[in-house]
């Protein structure tokens, strides 16, 4: 089946510093990759996401890179902000099948002044 | 550019009440999806629609929740009796199929508390 497997949470830092929340997955066809954001309060928006392999997503100083030879797609970013705090969510889509999105079980992260 | 629209965002209501939720996706898309959120486990999906067909509703909880989706413009989930355990934020999002595999558009949520 398809699922997705993310860094457990809470991760807390400091401003500034460099954050990687890693996920890997399982998938029976050839999934897209995303990775969602939500703000307290919010629903979830898009942040990045990668179609194929090698492709790299990015977006607001956020980058994951969709690795197929271990199944990964960590997201990275160089130096966090306050303002980055939120609950990240790893996800896929396959083509194939039922075309609903897998998540992962999110990642709180809390940036500290 | 509107986005997903759902409706109430805040609903309170007593044990045993019928509840319904509301949702408009975005104008052109033939996805729509139904997640809940609680803490203990996440984000699950409750059921989606192609094209206005329920394609996959094996998350449904049980016979007293049920959703619908008369067109392409609205899409209502209903608890029917509520329950406590049903406390949550309701999610709908929607999206392009296809080849495109295009990203889900959530709305804000519902957050239900069933007293």
């Known amino acids: 089946g398809n699922s997705v497997t993310q860094m457990e949470g809470p991760v807390t830092l400091s401003e500034e510093a460099f954050l990687t929340i890693n996920c890997t997955y399982t998938a029976t066809g050839y999934p897209s990759l995303f990775w969602y954001v939500q703000y307290p309060g919010e629903g979830l928006q898009l942040l990045l996401k990668a179609t194929k392999a090698d492709d790299k997503g990015s977006n607001k100083g956020f980058e994951a890179t969709y690795r197929k030879e271990t199944t990964s797609f960590h997201l990275e970013k160089g130096s966090v902000q306050v303002s980055d705090s939120a609950v990240y969510f790893c996800a896929l889509r396959v083509l194939q099948g039922a075309q609903k999105l897998v998540f992962g079980q999110g990642t709180r992260l809390t940036i500290n002044p | 550019d509107a986005g997903v629209i759902q409706s109430p965002r805040h609903e309170v209501t007593e044990m045993g009440q019928e509840v319904t939720l509301r949702c408009k996706p975005i104008s052109g898309h033939d996805y729509l999806f139904w997640y809940r959120q609680t803490m203990m486990r996440g984000l699950e999906l409750l059921i989606y629609f192609n094209n206005n067909v329920p394609i996959d509703d094996s998350g449904m909880p049980e016979d007293r929740f049920s959703a619908k989706m008369p067109n392409a413009s609205f899409s209502t989930l209903k608890i029917q009796p509520s329950e406590p355990r049903d406390s949550a934020v309701y999610f709908c999002?929607?999206?392009?199929?296809?080849?495109?595999?295009?990203?889900?558009?959530f709305g804000n949520g519902t957050r239900l508390t069933v007293t």
């Open positions: 999002a929607s999206s392009l199929g296809g080849q495109s595999l295009a990203p889900l558009h």
